[in-house]
């Protein structure tokens, strides 16, 4: 008789938000993964994009399909090929692209993808970092491949991903301009911000110009504004926009979903090129090795990421989904376990 546990799961792609909590097995790993009793994981606007079919082109899944994509936990087994982790330890992860499933009481997380949790954070807030924690590392690192000496504008950059890029880009040797709300302007500026905008009272492009780079968190609309203060040469990265020709190049798409990713990019790819700038759009994916890189990061600067002040459990997962997608939390929306 195998031992079941809650998954919080859909049946098919909608757009609507229709969440079932099941009973299904706990499940069995194999040699390379370990089994993590789920402690807290975080609800992000992806779940969103996962439910309602926006990102299937990048990665199609298989129903019924537990969602969640990030989570702290304590690992309960290990795979006989696994020699880094033992039973026992507090770990993070965003878990692979492939086989998400946070919010569920156990997970079989491959080993790869997972790291030990920053010893300053709990399992509630730690749960609030891999995803940002990654996305901003892999931005400024892989993506922009940003030089010391140059500058990064981060509108939007109050929130949890702001927290994580400043410190990362700094460490990178880069100057570090954001625009946010006026109650993360200390906070943003103890953490290396050389620059900081309140974005109600002082508009970014009538301030700013000549930037190297911009990593964009808000989305089409801001595409020209953000084009019209980079400097020839630039990069803007997008974590809103969506895909395009280097995307689909870059990921090893199959050529036929290249193609669409180029015509679905095209017009931003014109506008960039007008004002001789390289656009990127990027989907973070899991990685354990700069996970740690994070952790020590978070560490360091003793990082805690801003949390909603409600915790939800699975029980109420419809809730905290309807909260990201249409509610204002006040900081990372987490189910704890």
Not at 80 to 108: C, M, N, W
Not at 215 to 235: A, S, V, W
């Amino acid at each position: 008789m195998k031992t079941l546990m809650k998954a919080a799961q859909i049946t098919k792609y909608s757009k609507d938000i229709h969440i079932q909590v099941n009973n299904i097995p706990i499940p069995e790993i194999d040699e390379n993964q370990v089994l993590v009793k789920v402690k807290a994981a975080a609800v992000n606007p992806l779940e969103m994009l996962i439910i309602t079919g926006s990102v299937k082109l990048i990665q199609d899944y298989e129903f019924p399909l537990t969602l969640g994509n990030e989570l702290t936990g304590v690992i309960e087994k290990v795979g006989k090929s696994v020699t880094e982790f033992q039973v026992g330890e507090d770990i993070y992860t965003r878990l692979p692209l492939k086989k998400i499933g946070a919010f569920s009481e156990y997970a079989a997380i491959d080993a790869t993808a997972i790291a030990p949790m920053p010893k300053n954070l709990s399992y509630v807030e730690a749960a609030a970092a891999p995803l940002a924690g990654l996305t901003a590392y892999q931005g400024l690192h892989e993506e922009l491949e940003a030089q010391p000496g140059k500058s990064v504008f981060i509108p939007g950059g109050s929130g949890s991903f702001g927290q994580m890029a400043v410190p990362i880009a700094k460490e990178m040797g880069l100057n570090v301009i954001v625009s946010g709300n006026p109650e993360a302007r200390e906070r943003t500026l103890e953490m290396g911000a050389d620059q900081y905008l309140i974005y109600k009272t002082e508009n970014y492009v009538d301030v700013l110009s000549n930037v190297d780079y911009v990593i964009d968190t808000l989305g089409p609309k801001e595409f020209d504004n953000e084009l019209r203060i980079i400097k020839p040469g630039g990069k803007l990265l997008s974590l809103r926009t969506g895909p395009n020709k280097l995307f689909g190049k870059k990921g090893n798409f199959p050529f036929w979903k290249q193609k669409l990713f180029s015509i679905a990019g095209a017009k931003y790819d014109h506008k960039a090129k007008k004002h001789d700038v390289e656009y990127h759009f990027m989907f973070v994916r899991s990685d354990g090795a700069q996970l740690k890189k994070v952790t020590k990061i978070i560490e360091e600067n003793n990082i805690v990421p801003p949390i909603h002040p409600t915790l939800f459990t699975i029980d109420n997962i419809s809730e905290a989904l309807e909260l990201v997608a249409n509610g204002r939390p006040r900081g990372k929306v987490i189910i704890n376990f």
